[in-house]
């Protein structure tokens, strides 16, 4: 079984026990929780532990080093859960934009997943400091972006080695300006090629585009991820808990991740007005 398959399974499990009482969690909650899984948990404990046990130390430190580079040269750092975000010095910058008809304002994010090609731990481990390494010069072109278009930047990464090898968000790039899109990824693609990295591919819960909400009046701030869990959770909801229980996990499992798969390319405008206008996911 792929590893697709097996978080998509192990996210229906749960979402049973959420329905049948055994887990206090809302469904939103669990949902969102298993689109940034790389793996099953149990599957990501029994490849890495050991790999994580030698390496994490050496991580750690470079991560924190990262930080002491980009303070010297003006920039700002932060320590969202499991993360560094860093922030490139812009003395003024573009805000987000307002959704039409609405105070909802829109941020951007770039996602990517680094995938070692190599099968050999030490080996795969000297991806993953190059894959590192790299946010230095990452943090040099980003701030080149933000000074030519006045876009304001900001780009995240795992502080943890346990959090990479577990997590599909190996980076993440926010911006305000969705004009930058492309020049991003392309950006990112150039630095990944030209140090010998390899991107994952782009499928299933793989996106590379997404966006982010803030509504004063909804009170509603949520990620990219978490929009799409709120999405999912909303479908799954129209319909009685005893008629999803009756659903074979694998059955439930196909369902989640059909929702996935059409949410996902929903632009700012659609999932706005599925969320907060009551359209359905017609699948």
Known sequence: ???????????????????????????????????????????????YADFIKTHESTYNLEALEITKYVHQLGGKSEFPKGFVQIEVPQNQHLDKLTLPGT?????FRQYFTLKPVSRNPDQAFQEIMRFLNLMKTLFQHLW???????????????????????????????????????????????LFCHHGLLLAELRGRFFRSGFDFNSLSKKYSASHNEILADLIAKELKKYPSAQILSLTEEKLAA????????????????????LFLGESASI
């Open 1 to 47: 079984m792929a590893s697709e398959e097996r978080v998509f399974l192990e996210c229906a499990e749960m979402i049973k026990k959420v329905l049948r009482g055994e887990e206090r969690y809302q469904l939103n909650d669990v949902i969102q929780h298993f689109l940034s899984n790389r793996d099953q948990k149990i599957v990501l404990e029994k490849m």
């Open 103 to 107: 105070d909802t304002k829109v941020g």
């Open 144 to 190: 080149g972006l933000a000074e030519k278009t006045g876009d304001h930047i900001r780009f995240k990464f795992p502080f943890t080695l346990r959090f990479l090898v577990n997590h599909t968000e190996s980076l993440v790039i926010y911006h305000n300006n969705p004009n930058n899109n492309a020049a991003i990824q392309a950006l990112v693609e150039s």
């Open 255 to 274: 369902w989640i991740q059909n929702l996935v798969y059409h949410f996902r390319d929903y632009n700012p405008k659609q999932a706005h007005q599925s």
